[in-house]
């Protein structure tokens, strides 16, 4: 089961910090995607990180913005949102799989097995 947190309002240029915690893992290798929804529109790739490769891949809008992180002791993973812009106002969702994802696979909603609850990200202008 994932947990996803650290939404919140923030302006325009702000920073935050989300947060993806597993209750339990299936595997020492696996993937963590972040995906979010802007009102009325579809879910979209954000960004994913293959744990422990830490290997990274964003999405265009945000490569440069955004990074991930790691705390190994409470197996949390955390996507840092600088610059934020209010096109990146949305529902968050972390996901994952517990195996590695290539870097096309990572973008595919359907690979992912287990679904965060989503964390809303308001950026205000």
């Known amino acids: 089961q994932l947990q996803a947190s650290g939404g919140g309002l923030v302006q325009a240029g702000g920073s935050l910090r989300l947060s993806c915690a597993a209750s339990r893992r299936t595997s020492s290798s696996y993937t963590v995607g972040w995906f979010r929804q802007a009102p009325g529109k579809e879910r979209e790739f954000v960004a994913a990180?293959?744990?422990?490769?830490?290997?990274?891949y964003y999405a265009d809008f945000v490569r440069g913005r955004f990074t991930f992180s790691r705390d190994s002791a409470t197996d949390t993973v955390y996507l840092q949102m600088n610059s934020l812009k209010p096109e990146d106002t949305g529902v968050y969702y972390c996901a994952a799989r517990a195996t590695y994802l290539t870097s096309g696979a990572s973008s595919d909603q359907s690979r992912y097995d287990y679904w965060g609850q989503g964390t809303l990200v308001t950026v205000s202008s």
């Open positions: 990180i293959r744990v422990p490769a830490y290997t990274t």
